[in-house]
């Protein structure tokens, strides 16, 4: 079904379903999976780049996630890196057409379309970039 798929996830509780919704649609084919995680980082006047999370915090679940994937004899490699507060849907397409995967699979936090208007759900972003199919798992 799915040669290649992206993952990204994004540490909320919902991180667990977004793996085994990715081990089932794996479990059809034979796809290659990246699992990408990008740390938001908020710019805050003389301070610079200010991070929401620790280095070894996102590379500890990201890690865990590939290892998991792994276990279910999916190959699949990951990324942790840095990019600005509200872009990291641009970067999450960006990444899909470099890898040119068939399919992109995150997380939504459950928020609503006012609130995922209002806050910028990464999400629902997402859905209206993408030019691929997005899997949303609640």
């Known amino acids: ?21 990715t081990k089932d649609l794996v ?26 999370e620790s280095d070894s915090e996102a ?4 890690a865990d996630a590939t290892a998991d994937l792994a276990g279910a004899g999916i190959d699949a490699s990951a990324e942790v890196r840095d990019t600005l507060y509200g872009h990291a849907a641009r970067e999450i397409i960006e ?26 759900s990464t999400a629902h972003k997402v859905i209206h970039l993408a030019d691929r199919p997005v899997l949303i798992v609640r």
């Open 95 to 120: 990444d899909a057409r470099l890898h040119d995967v068939n399919v992109i699979v995150m997380g939504s936090r459950g928020r609503g379309d006012l609130a995922g208007l209002m806050l910028g």
């Open 59 to 62: 590379a500890a679940a990201v």
């Open 1 to 21: 079904m799915y040669e290649r798929i992206l993952v990204a996830l994004d540490h909320s509780a919902l991180s667990d379903r977004v793996i085994e919704a």
């Open 27 to 52: 479990a059809a084919s034979s796809a290659k999976v990246w699992v990408l995680h990008l740390r938001e980082r908020e710019v805050i006047g003389r301070l610079g780049l200010v991070p929401t």
